[in-house]
Structure formats: C-alpha cells, structure tokens
C-alpha cells in the first residue's frame, strides 16, 4: 500500500544550490587548512576540520539525490536509500578521529602556547563566516522542506557558530597577546562537535540496524492498527527506515469473526498509517487466524 511515493523528486529541485554550497565549502576547505599551517592556529585547523564534515554532508546530501533518481532492481529491491546512513557512519567516524587528534594536540599547545599569527587567523575566519552565510542562504528554501537537504543546512550553520568562535579567538589574540586562546578555542569547537558526531552515528546506526524510527511512537502505531473495529488483533509488527525518510511497516492484522471486506480493512488500515504516521510503505497482512509465535515475534 504505498501509492504517491516521493522517491526524492522534492530534493531534485534543490541539487543545484546543494553543488553550488558543496563547491564554496569545498574550495575554502583547502584555503583554511593551508591558512591553519600557515598562521600556526589549531583553532582555524579545528574549524577547517568541522568544516570538512560540512563538505562530507554536502557530498552525502548530493548522492543520496543523485542516488534517489535510481530505481530498485531485481538486486537492490529497495533501491540506494541506504548509502545516506553508510555515508553519515563514515563520516561520524572520521569526524571523532579528528576531533580527538584536535584535543590531544590542545593539551600540548596548553603548556607550551605557540605564536600565532591572528592577523592571517581573523582573516581567513572572516572569509569562511561569509563562505557559510552565503551556503547558509543558498539550502535554506530546501531545508524546509526535505530533510536531506535540512540535515546539510544545520552543518553548515553550525560551522557558522565555529567561523564566529576563531574571529572572536583571534580578536582577543589581537588585543592581550594571549596565545592560550587559540587552544582554548580549539577545545571548545571540539567539545561541540563531539556530541553533534555521536548523535550522527547514533542515528545512521539506528536506520542499519533497522530501529523504529525516531519519532516514530510504535505502541501509538499498534493502538491505532486495533482501533478498527475489525481488527482483533496485530502481531510481527515491524517498523525500520531505509534512509531519513523512507519508513516501511509490516504487520499481521488478523480480523475479527464475521469482518467481510479484508481487502477494504487493509485500504483503511493503509489510509491510517500514511494519515497519521506519515507511513507510505505499509505491507499488511491480513489473517481470519492468528498464525503468531509469541515467543518469537514481537
């Protein structure tokens, strides 16, 4: 019962601004890491850093579009929905070695500050705040209304909140002399994102283990399944989701004594689902006998 599927026809609108964004990430990447040696500021190399798990959610945000174009085969009877959360686990583990290596060389830069050229810092920084407000602009249309692309706009405007980070770092290097600064900064755009990175992998590890979907409430989803009239019991009820998106159900709806109509009871339970749950692809099966094993299935 999943007539009406989107199949990523919303976020195909919304590609060009996607490489556009990817393409100005991409290019200061490079500028920030070289700027980072350079001046000699781990604050700048953090943020490049964070800024390069920008460019890895653009670059997932833009096959999971491109992938979305592409129908299920007698291989892949789902299609390629799957490779958003394989990317977003790579990317989180990338992400966490970073981050670590950046921690650990703050603790260094704690007994021993070096000079930091904040000049060249404050620049660079500046660039990259413009850099993010400009991406900023060119996903927000999509953000509202594609999660995909949703998801690439907050990395970006967390980036944002680490761009504002080193210019303030720099700012007050510039006016104490206090090289501990940069550290310090470093540490703090570690320390954000950490937790963001974990929440990422949670996520991606959600959808391959095929958890309920977040947000999804499944005692809501059964109570609503046996709020028919002529259902009197469900049983092998799944819930998982292929990507961000894609939530399939499969259920065992057995019908109460006398119910004439299953294939009506099956449309209405299907209407339900999509009306209430957001659920497009229901498999219901519908039994006049329960055929369940309690011990084995939920």
């Keep these: 019962m999943g007539a009406g599927h989107d199949h990523g026809t919303?976020?195909?609108?919304?590609?060009?601004?996607?490489?556009?964004?990817f393409g100005l990430t991409g290019v200061f990447l490079v500028a920030e890491v070289v700027g980072g040696l350079m001046t000699n500021s781990?604050?700048?190399l953090s943020d490049a850093a964070h800024m390069g798990t920008d460019v890895l959610a653009l670059?997932?945000?833009?096959?999971?579009?491109r992938l979305s174009r592409k129908p299920a085969d007698a291989k892949r009877s789902y299609g390629y929905a799957r490779m958003e959360a394989i990317g977003a686990a790579i990317n989180g583990g990338l992400l966490f070695l970073v981050?670590?290596?950046?921690?650990?060389?703050?603790?260094?830069?704690?007994?021993?500050?070096?000079a930091v050229a904040s000049t060249g810092m404050l620049v660079i920084a500046g660039i990259g705040l413009a850099i993010n407000l400009v991406s900023m602009r060119l996903l927000k249309a999509g953000s509202g209304t594609s999660l995909n692309i949703k998801g690439a706009y907050l990395e970006v405007w967390s980036d944002m909140l680490g761009s504002v980070g080193?210019?303030?770092?720099?700012?007050?290097?510039?006016?104490?002399?206090?090289?501990?600064?940069?550290?310090v900064i470093a540490v703090l755009i570690g320390l954000w994102v950490l937790p963001r990175t974990w929440m990422l992998l949670r996520e991606a590890g959600q959808v391959l283990m095929q958890g309920v979907p977040a947000g999804l409430d499944f005692d809501q989803v059964r109570a609503a399944l046996l709020g028919n009239a002529d259902v009197t019991a469900v049983h092998d009820l799944h819930a998982w989701a292929m990507g961000s998106r894609q939530v399939v159900l499969t259920a065992h709806v057995v019908l109460r004594e006398g119910a004439k109509n299953p294939d009506k009871v099956r449309a209405v339970l299907a209407d339900v689902l999509e009306q209430r749950f957001?659920?497009?692809?229901?498999?219901?099966?519908?039994?006049?006998t329960a055929c369940e094993r309690p011990h084995l299935h939920p």
């Design 59 to 65: 670059a997932i945000s833009l096959v999971a579009v």
């Design 278 to 288: 957001g659920i497009e692809h229901a498999t219901l099966q519908v039994e006049r």
């Design 10 to 21: 919303g976020e195909i609108r919304h590609e060009r601004p996607l490489w556009w964004a």
């Design 42 to 44: 781990l604050a700048l």
């Design 99 to 114: 981050a670590g290596y950046i921690l650990w060389e703050a603790a260094a830069r704690f007994r021993d500050p070096p």
């Design 166 to 183: 080193v210019i303030a770092g720099a700012a007050l290097i510039m006016a104490t002399g206090w090289a501990v600064v940069d550290p």
